[in-house]
């Protein structure tokens, strides 16, 4: 069964930082495309940050520029998102998605563009 597992959500203060990761079981993500999102209550999933298969090629929403860094590590299967000098509105469920792209060096900034999610960890930021 192909499986995205988010984790590294927890509570921390404003101008802290925490490290998601997100974990593929049951297929390997070296030929997928991968993106974060989040979503806040009562607001609509947004898009966060996205990378290419090959981690050469990233993209950033507005809001998280030069706060936030997408990586990965192929080898894990794995997908990481650094976040620093977190912010009150950073707070919300943070979801990692997939697409496979074979080896095209592209990303997706839409979530109707995914075909697998993780269920999401939760990111609170408050004192």
């Known amino acids: 069964q192909m499986r995205l597992v988010e984790s590294g959500g927890g509570l921390v203060q404003p101008g802290g930082s925490l490290i998601l990761s997100c974990v593929a079981s049951?297929?390997?993500?070296?030929?997928?495309?991968v993106g974060w999102f989040r979503q806040a209550p009562g607001k609509e999933r947004e898009f966060v940050a996205a990378i290419n298969w090959s981690g050469g090629s990233t993209n950033y929403a507005d809001s998280v520029k030069g706060r936030f860094t997408i990586s990965r590590d192929n080898a894990k299967n794995t997908v990481y998102l650094q976040m620093n000098s977190l912010k009150p509105e950073d707070t919300a469920v943070y979801y990692c998605a997939a697409r496979e792209v074979g080896k095209r060096s592209i990303y997706y900034t839409f979530k109707g563009s995914y075909d697998y999610w993780g269920q999401g960890t939760q990111v609170t930021v408050s004192s």
């Open positions: 049951g297929f390997t993500l070296d030929y997928y495309a």
